[in-house]
């Protein structure tokens, strides 16, 4: 069977890619791994980053590609592969991906959703950078380390105190 995916030139998209093992923290643990990985990707294969988070399980991404360009599949198994490749083995690899000479680091499909308009954009940008409070790592957005919301600060775009929790919720300041 044949996995189909939306391929929309210049396209921007919302990701989610899960490790195969779901209960460490390989991905944190292993960041400056995956940093190395991602520019390598790029700089072959270019795409921008309009927002990202590494969680010690999962990431999320929102990438926009070139002109004409609409391969994210390949961008992805490209970071999987040379992250993987720098991981010692012995994780639990199930007999299909033995198989095929797989790894079993990362869950084999990714979770990509394609950008309509500006408000959706927004809406996932704001999902990924409270996704460490969502899950507890984090009081507050920005003090997760490993998120592109202090790049969003540092620029201008979102107060330090973005999405402080506040008596009645939290609060996602004004944009």
């Known amino acids: 069977m044949r996995y189909r995916r939306t391929r929309q030139p ?10 195969a093992d779901r209960s460490g923290s390989l991905l944190t643990d292993r960041v400056d791994d995956l940093r190395r990985v991602v520019r390598s990707v790029k700089r072959d294969h270019p795409f921008d ?3 990202w988070v590494v969680m010690p399980d999962h990431l999320h991404a929102i ?12 961008r992805w198994m490209l970071i999987k592969a040379g992250f993987s490749r720098g ?5 639990r690899v199930r007999a299909s991906r033995l198989g095929k000479g797989e790894r079993g680091v990362w869950q084999r499909r990714f979770w990509e ?11 996932h940008v704001d999902y990924i950078h409270i996704n ?9 957005a920005t ?6 919301i202090h790049q969003h600060v540092r620029r201008g775009w979102v107060p330090s105190d973005w999405a402080v929790e506040k008596d009645d919720g939290f609060d996602a300041g004004e944009r």
Do not use: M
């Not at 990438?63 to 390949?74: N, Q, R, S």
């Not at 460490?132 to 507050?140: S, T």
């Open 10 to 19: 210049d396209g921007t998209y919302f990701f989610t890619v899960n490790l």
């Open 49 to 51: 980053i309009l927002a």
């Open 63 to 74: 990438w926009g590609l070139p002109e004409g360009d609409g391969d994210c599949a390949t």
């Open 87 to 91: 991981v010692p083995k012995g994780e």
């Open 113 to 123: 959703h394609l950008v309509t308009d500006e408000d959706d954009l927004q809406r």
């Open 132 to 140: 460490p409070v969502k899950h507890g790592y984090a009081a507050r």
């Open 143 to 148: 003090d997760w380390p490993y998120s592109s």
